[in-house]
């Protein structure tokens, strides 16, 4: 440990360890030297983009023991990076996050970012709702990208909600983003969307209980769902259409239970987006295709 001097030194050290380990990227980052560089950097109050000049700079005793104490924990407790630094980044913005909500990390930012173009007009987009919210990224991204847009983030979850509060003060919101506790549509009588987004619970027991270890640190709520994974899915399919206004479009999340799902309605004509930074997963229907298929579902 002596000869470990210098932020890069011990960004490289991490790096090593964190392949050595066998650790699961995917929370953040997507390579050990990534993760290495996040975790050193976030323990040292420096930025990510720090410049390349402060790299050989040298840590305080003090400050060794920070690194190390959270190079430890990544390994030993298999802790997902966010959940160290109690920070994630979506569609290009900071999220507060804690075991309590998922780690942002949905492809659906992509199309955020893109204002929802070209599956709708971003023009007269008034009223979003996030479904099964969680930390609330995906809503109050929305409100960023979509500044006329007034959002509901929606979530069962007491914890989750008060994540997503936070989220809200954050980005300065509260007067563009409410929050409402509801089991999906449940609270939402009367209430009409130009888009409902959704990455609700979509993965089945079996599955996750495969999963890599740092998944057991995120809220089983927020994974798992009866029916082989598909049943809160199968729920929004069924009831979304009574609160989309006409020409509305539903974006949801399925990951990689898109094939179970596609097998169990053959008959219905998912439309699935091609995203140009990878994810797949994702389905869009138009509030009069949901009128058309709602009964088969």
């Known amino acids: 440990m002596h000869s470990l001097i210098s932020i890069r030194d011990f960004i490289r050290w991490g790096a090593s360890r964190f392949d050595e380990a066998g650790l699961y990227f995917g929370h953040g980052t997507d390579n050990a030297l990534d993760e290495a560089a996040a975790l050193v950097l976030y323990a040292l109050h420096m930025p990510y ?16 023991d920070r690194v190390l104490g959270l190079i430890r924990r990544r390994i030993d ?17 900071r999220f507060v996050v804690n075991p309590h909500v998922l780690i942002p990390r949905s492809p659906i930012a992509e199309l955020i970012e893109g204002s929802f173009e070209p599956w709708i007009d971003s023009a007269p987009v008034r ?13 109050i991204a929305s409100a960023v990208y979509l500044p006329e847009t007034h959002v509901d983030l929606v979530d069962i979850s007491d914890q989750a ?8 003060l954050e980005h300065n919101l509260k007067d563009r983003v409410r929050l409402i506790k509801s089991d999906l549509f449940s609270s939402l009588a009367g ?45 929004i399919l069924r ?3 009574g609160y989309l206004t006409p020409g509305g479009i539903l974006v949801v999340e399925v990951g990689y239970s898109a094939e179970l799902l596609m097998q169990r309605y053959p008959d219905i004509p998912f439309t699935w987006i091609d ?3 990878g994810g797949e997963g994702v389905f869009i229907f138009t509030a009069e295709e949901l009128d058309n298929y709602h009964t088969q579902f």
């Open 161 to 168: 909600l008060a994540v997503a509060e936070e989220n809200i």
């Open 275 to 277: 995203f140009e930074r």
């Open 191 to 235: 209430e009409e969307y130009d888009v409902i987004v959704t990455n609700p619970p979509y993965v089945g027991r079996f599955e996750r209980m495969q999963l890599p270890e740092e998944y057991a640190h995120e809220p089983v709520i927020a994974l798992e769902a009866e029916d082989e994974g598909l049943s809160i899915v199968t729920r």
């Open 127 to 139: 009223h979003v709702l996030d479904l099964c919210c969680g930390s609330g990224c995906i809503g």
């Open 49 to 64: 983009d720090l410049p390349a000049v402060w790299f050989d700079s040298r840590l305080t005793q003090e400050e060794k």
């Open 239 to 241: 009831e979304a259409g």
């Open 77 to 93: 407790e298999r802790i997902p990076l966010p959940y160290l630094t109690g920070e994630s980044w979506f569609a290009g913005l």
